[in-house]
């Protein structure tokens, strides 16, 4: 079980294991990637800054899939971590589960994270995009990326998250807002909640099983509860498979040989080195996130495919907005099912793809996540205190069962 | 059959900002090799962009100064591609959405005054340095470049000569060094020119294919190269051969020829997209005037103003109007000086020929203008000498010294005590019986002699015109 690839032997009893695609100075941040290989930031990001500054210490870098583009880390090029029953655990939430670690910080670029503390139950919030400083994060997806927190108990997790929120000035689309308050009401009464049929209709029963008893508790603390249909669904993950690629594409491209990470073997000229450093050191995430991005970036493909899914994701927030006139928040799978033995996996690319189709929506848009009692609770932008309350809600009645 | 030449200009300005576009790495010319990076401009991962807000307000002074639209809403676009310089292998550029648009520049040539359109003008960041190393037979990258700021001036192909042209790049230099938007230096690099250019026959309203010239670094290469693609786009008409074909191409100026770089077909696809880590900017109308009310009075109306109200003659307002710095520094000094016109003459004579004597510009004129008008003023209320005012400049623009303080520790001040004086006089005089004797026999000069005599015992600093008079007296009186 690999849970770091690099282990800190220095800790105090505040600890927090970081994503390898978080920089920290002085540890190499590899994005679980043969191409950044031993590479070695000159800088902390800044949520390890403010870490620091509040007297926490980093136990590691959790092993992350090649930059952080596959299902579970599976990717990795530094071995994949799995359970004692051979499945894939997602290292940032065995950490936390496991409690070698209080918290993970984590980054949602396509929705592994959310996988991941689904399948060890625990935690995870993902804020508002923008609420969260992503200087110091290894870019793929600007547009969406976002640093979340792993936790055993949403409290813990909104603890860590007040933490490391707020205006950071290093990251131009941060927002304004200096600090962020999250706490949770006492009780779900008069929570609208909605259910899309679309999400369970793909998902399996086990996974929809715990979406309906986490409906069932919300009812009984005085929530209503309803079934809608979001059938923009299938658009909103292509849309968002454009974007995620083609930005990849574009952050890949710095890491061509010349300056630092991996380089190539015998090449005669600079055109060499470029193909035998990407060719040798990318896996296969990478390369189809870099073949896909320069189609839908490419003359003549542009306007019919990229041009098209910022219109999507355009018109998605008229769609969000009406949804969240409607309901106070959103409950759904977070992924297919609830064990992914490697072999699920061989055909990562497919995988990655098909289940995205319930994390893309968030990812696209920006809004809020928290993930508890193996289900994702999704709200309108900056309604992260709703979302934990119903997390709240939850965790107290299952404890108190 | 008689041809017209139709040419576009892409003209890149670097910025005069004190640090790059999106970092805030110096952006200074000059320095070692790699002293000006940091993660963000040598492509590590991590950093973000962040917009440094004088580059925009530059860009739209440059907008504002070529008469463009400013578009309220700006974005800023990677173009992709790979190449060791680019260390990000993308350039944050503005594709969907420049700075400004629609403008026009006047330009005047012998067949008279014509406006050259403005496309657009466009922000982004330049590229670093390859440099050979003939040591280690190994290319080396030099990143102090990368990220530094430039605007791209892209013209309407409204020019139709080589004279039009280096009227065209003249005037824009004049203007954006004028209102300190670049230093605008062919040599150095912060000023490039890329010429697009095609023939079509006279009176054919329809354009011929176009081709691109980069990498000419002075104004007499920019004319060759035109000259030279030209010729060749006519003989390749002429001779009926398929050989023109739209590309673009590098101007060679040791062979004084063109080669071709790339073509249409194997052109690259730069893969343009709206960079995800810079919000639009919002342009709003205050942003507009208060660049709008820092824009400098430009050379045309500071020399109508300087000839009219000043009373400065026409010689002396063009050779200060050539230079920004020349204009700022008289229009402090002639206030305290007193007269205009004699600040004017020591800025062009006797500043100008320190510059020359240490091989510098009129830019390069660093002086507390406030200490220059005072200078000056001492010197018309005689207080002290020309001449010692002149030794006193040295001092004032190299050490920025107070002329006061000179004046008193060097004892420089006028000696007019006619008590003195006349002692002096009446030795030199005893002294010079020859020169007395020349100067009754009618020889006037040989007065000069004399008085030179009196002035070097007064080490320069007696009141010439007290001399004069004294020494006058004195021959007079004892004839």
């Known amino acids: 079980m690999k849970l770091y690839i690099t282990e800190n032997t220095k800790r105090n009893d505040k600890t927090v294991a970081v994503d390898d695609t978080i920089l920290v100075e002085g540890m190499p941040s590899t994005a679980g990637s043969k191409m950044l290989g031993e590479f070695k930031p000159l800088f902390d990001a800044e949520v390890i800054s403010r870490l620091y500054n509040t007297g926490f210490s980093i136990t590691g870098k959790s092993n992350v899939g090649e930059f952080g583009l596959d299902l579970l880390g599976e990717t990795s090029n530094y071995g994949v971590c799995l359970n004692a029953d051979g499945t894939l655990a997602g290292a940032a939430a065995a950490i936390v589960a496991n409690g070698d670690a209080e918290y993970a910080l984590s980054v949602d670029l396509n929705g592994t994270p959310r996988r991941a503390a689904t399948l060890q139950n625990v935690c995870f919030i993902k804020p508002t995009y923008g609420t969260v400083s992503r200087h110091g994060v290894i870019p793929c997806a600007c547009s969406a990326e976002q640093i979340g927190v792993m936790a055993k108990t949403s409290v813990k997790a909104a603890e860590l998250l007040s933490i490391i929120a707020g205006h950071d000035k290093k990251d131009g689309t941060s927002l304004p807002q200096m600090k962020y308050d999250y706490t949770a009401a006492d009780n779900a009464t008069g929570i609208r909640i909605g259910i899309p049929t679309e999400y369970i209709e793909k998902a399996e029963q086990t996974v929809s099983e715990k979406v309906y008893r986490f409906a069932d508790v919300m009812k009984a603390d005085g929530a209503t509860v309803e079934e809608f249909s979001l059938s923009e669904l299938s658009f909103v993950q292509a849309a968002w498979q454009i974007l995620l690629c083609a930005e990849t594409c574009n952050n890949l491209s710095r890491y061509d040989g010349v300056k630092f990470g991996y380089r190539g073997n015998n090449s005669k000229d600079i055109g060499e080195l470029y193909t035998s450093s990407r060719t040798e050191a990318f896996g296969l995430n990478a390369k189809f996130a870099i073949l896909y991005g320069s189609y839908v970036l490419s003359k003549g493909h542009y306007e019919s495919c990229y041009d098209k899914a910022l219109r999507i994701r355009r018109v998605l927030r008229n769609k969000l907005d009406g949804i969240f006139s409607q309901f106070d928040l959103i409950i759904a799978p977070a992924c297919s099912k609830l064990a992914y033995s490697p072999s699920d996996v061989v055909n990562s690319l497919e995988a990655c793809y098909n289940e995205s189709y319930f994390t893309a929506l968030s990812n696209i848009s920006g809004i809020p996540i928290v993930v508890c009692g193996g289900v994702q609770l999704m709200g309108d932008s900056f309604s992260e205190n709703k979302l934990l309350t119903a997390a709240t809600v939850y965790e107290r009645t299952e404890v108190g069962k | ?479």
């Open chain 2, 1 to 479: 059959m008689k041809y017209e030449i139709v040419i576009g200009l892409e003209v890149h300005v670097e910025l005069a900002t004190e640090s790059k576009i999106f970092c805030s790495c110096s952006s200074k010319f000059g320095a070692e090799p790699n002293d000006n990076v940091c993660p963000a401009c040598c492509g590590m991962p991590g950093m973000l962009p962040v917009t440094n807000e004088k580059a925009i307000d530059l860009g739209i002074t440059a907008g504002l100064l070529l008469n463009c639209h400013i578009n309220r809403v700006t974005t800023f676009d990677k173009k992709s591609y790979y190449y060791p310089d680019l260390p990000n292998a993308y350039q944050i550029t503005q594709w969907f959405s420049p700075v400004c648009v629609d403008g026009g520049l006047e330009i005047e040539t012998q067949a008279g005054k014509k406006v050259i359109g403005i496309k657009q003008i466009h922000l982004e960041e330049d590229a670093g340095k390859l440099v050979h190393d003939d040591w280690t037979d190994s290319t080396l990258v030099d990143f102090n470049r990368t990220g530094v700021p430039l605007v791209e001036i892209v013209s309407q192909p409204d020019l139709r000569s080589v004279e039009e042209v280096l009227a065209y790049l003249e005037r824009l230099r004049a203007v954006l060094r004028f209102a300190k938007v670049s230093d605008c230096r062919l040599e150095l690099g912060s000023m490039r020119c890329d010429v697009n250019l095609s023939v079509r026959p006279y009176g054919s309203e329809k354009l011929g294919v176009r081709t691109e010239m980069k990498n000419m670094n002075s104004l007499s290469a920019i004319a060759r190269a035109i000259e030279y693609e030209a010729a060749r786009h006519i003989d390749a008409i002429e001779l009926g051969t398929k050989t023109l074909i739209q590309e673009t191409r590098r101007w060679d100026d040791i062979s004084g020829k063109s080669f071709a770089m790339r073509n249409k077909e194997t052109a690259e696809d730069y893969r343009y997209f709206p960079d995800p880590n810079l919000v639009p900017i919002v342009i709003d109308e205050e942003w507009i005037e208060r660049i709008r009310a820092s824009l400098p009075e430009l050379p045309e109306k500071k020399a109508m103003r300087y000839v009219s109200e000043l009373g400065l003659t026409e010689e002396s307002t063009a050779l200060i109007t050539a230079s920004r710095n020349l204009c700022d520094i008289f229009e402090a000094a002639y206030p305290i000086s007193g007269s205009p016109r004699e600040t004017a003459n020591w800025l062009i004579m006797d500043c100008m020929s320190y510059l020359r004597s240490k091989q510098l510009s009129a830019d390069d004129l660093i002086i507390d203008p406030l200490k220059l008008g005072e200078l000056i003023r001492m010197t018309i209320e005689g207080e002290i000498t020309r001449n010692a005012a002149r030794r006193i400049l040295t001092a004032v623009i190299e050490q920025d010294a107070d002329p006061k303080k000179i004046i008193e520790e060097k004892g420089l001040s006028v000696q007019s005590d006619e008590g003195t004086i006349l002692a002096i006089v009446e030795r030199a005089v005893a002294d010079n019986p020859k020169s007395v004797q020349d100067y009754r026999n009618g020889k006037t000069k040989a007065m000069q002699a004399i008085f030179g005599s009196i002035m070097k015992e007064l080490k320069g600093n007696g009141d010439p015109q007290v001399i004069q008079r004294l020494l006058k007296e004195v021959l007079d009186r004892e004839e």
